[in-house]
């Protein structure tokens, strides 16, 4: 699944000795396998490929220019959900007919963006967005691609922040909107509304909540074509869960074995927008134990990574292992049990809480283990504090991605007006 291992009881990424990263780069550190990552995309790839979709990679998983520039090399598509993502999909050299554009709140800027580069579509959330995109398609004079996005109104047993497909979230239409739209298709004369998309949630870990789901867009699918309305795409959206501690979910075949029917029956191209399948146990975030403190009630471990680095914990409450760098001797009476916890002055700052796990102590080294996806690219500055560095590993060699923050990063854009100086 994924090729951190511990060789001589250190913690390896592929060929690789983290602690030597450590020595090189210090920590904070996020650390990914290049070989995880792509065995991910493959694996994919592989079990769908009776379908033959176009695998657009999540961006907001992990939005790293080398890692993007990884999948895009092997033939993956991008899926975007703002400008930047689109300056980045086209820095890494994305083909503009392979990314697909999501989200909410698509301001006229970007949609004009977007429309010039000519990317494959945009997944519409709204009529109101629809007829923005209409507008702004007439004024450049060009015919748009869109697909509607659906909200099939499915329980897709996840946490209730990264459910999406619930008709009391803000995403998609429903079918009822999404029939409206389609009858009055003509209307949009800069539109080509060629596809249907849904993205029902986020770490769905059974192929089921997209079994209930794609068998209602292939009803709606089924009414659409009796009355002459025919599409060319099926986006099924992203979502596949992970293991980040004793979830079973399911693997790429089981998943391809209960939905590649439904999607021959839809008789439509398939787009799939994996985020956290692919990166998710592709990194880690390494951190040095800085403190040990003990309150009555409680023993602390305070690592030197915070909130800011890794928030999934603080937001979602999420689970991560997380493994000493340098094995520690299992003996009888040497577990603890511990919060691990970061400097910043939020009580949300915490990795694991309660967490059973050898003796530890000051300076030693530690892995959050599955920190690849919503990782660096939810972190932020938070405490001003420097965002870490990230390094891809390769087999034996490893490659500097992205340089640690330095102070000056911090305040680059900002300004003290004249009368205050
Ligand atoms: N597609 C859309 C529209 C999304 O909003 C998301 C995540 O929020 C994804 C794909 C990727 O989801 P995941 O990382 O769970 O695969």
Same mark, same amino acid.
């Given at each position: 699944m994924h090729e951190f291992k511990y060789r001589n009881k250190q913690l390896y990424c592929e060929g690789v000795k983290i602690q030597d990263l450590v020595k090189r780069f210090s920590t904070p550190l996020y650390v990914y396998s290049y070989h995880t990552i792509l065995g991910h995309f493959i694996k994919l790839k592989i079990a769908f490929k009776k379908s033959k979709p176009l695998i657009c990679y999540s961006v907001k998983a992990n939005s790293n220019l080398a890692i993007l520039r990884a999948l895009v090399k092997e033939g993956a598509g991008l899926d975007i959900v703002s400008g930047g993502e689109l300056f980045r999909a086209i820095k890494v050299g994305?083909?503009?007919? /392979?990314i697909v554009y999501a989200g909410v709140g698509k301001t006229e800027k970007e949609i004009k963006e977007a429309i010039k580069i000519g990317i494959l579509f945009f997944n519409v959330e709204s009529i109101s967005e629809l007829e923005n995109i209409n507008g702004i398609s007439k004024r450049l004079n060009k015919i748009t691609n869109v697909a509607i996005r659906i909200?099939?109104?499915?329980?897709? !047993? =996840?946490h209730r922040f990264i459910? =999406?497909? /619930?008709?009391?979230? !803000? +995403?998609g239409v429903d079918f009822k909107t999404a029939y409206k739209i389609l009858k009055m298709r003509k209307d949009f004369k800069f539109l080509n509304i060629s596809g249907l998309h849904i993205h029902i949630g &986020?770490?769905?870990? &059974?192929p089921l909540p997209y079994v209930s789901a794609i068998g209602k867009l292939l009803n709606f699918i089924r009414k659409l074509r009796k009355e002459g309305i025919e599409l060319e795409y099926l986006n099924i959206g992203g979502g596949l869960g992970i293991i980040y501690n004793k979830e079973t979910p399911q693997t790429a075949e089981e998943f391809a074995k209960r939905l590649l029917p439904l999607l021959k029956k839809s008789n439509l191209k398939i787009i799939m927008e994996p985020g956290r399948f692919i990166v998710g146990n592709a990194g880690v975030l390494v951190t040095k134990v800085l403190y040990i403190k003990s309150t009555s009630k409680k023993k602390f471990v305070i690592v030197d990574a915070g909130m800011n680095d890794l928030i999934r914990p603080a937001l979602y409450d999420a689970y991560h292992n997380i493994l000493p760098l340098k094995m520690i001797p299992q003996r009888k009476g040497n577990a603890q049990k511990v919060d691990i916890v970061g400097?910043?002055?939020? &009580?949300?700052? +915490?990795?694991? !809480?309660n967490r059973t796990i050898p003796k530890l102590k000051e300076n030693h080294y530690l892995a959050i283990m599955?920190?690849?996806?919503?990782g660096f690219s939810m972190s932020s500055n938070y405490n001003s504090r420097c965002r870490p560095a990230e390094v891809l590993v390769k087999e034996d060699k490893f490659y500097l991605i992205r340089e640690r923050e330095a102070y000056n990063d911090l305040i680059d854009n900002e300004v003290i007006p004249e009368f205050l100086r």
């Open positions: 994305c083909p503009p007919e /392979r909200n099939p109104d499915v329980e897709p !047993k =996840t459910t =999406t497909g /619930r008709l009391t979230n !803000k +995403f &986020s770490q769905i870990t &059974s400097p910043i002055c939020e &009580s949300a700052d +915490f990795f694991a !809480k599955g920190a690849g996806a919503y």
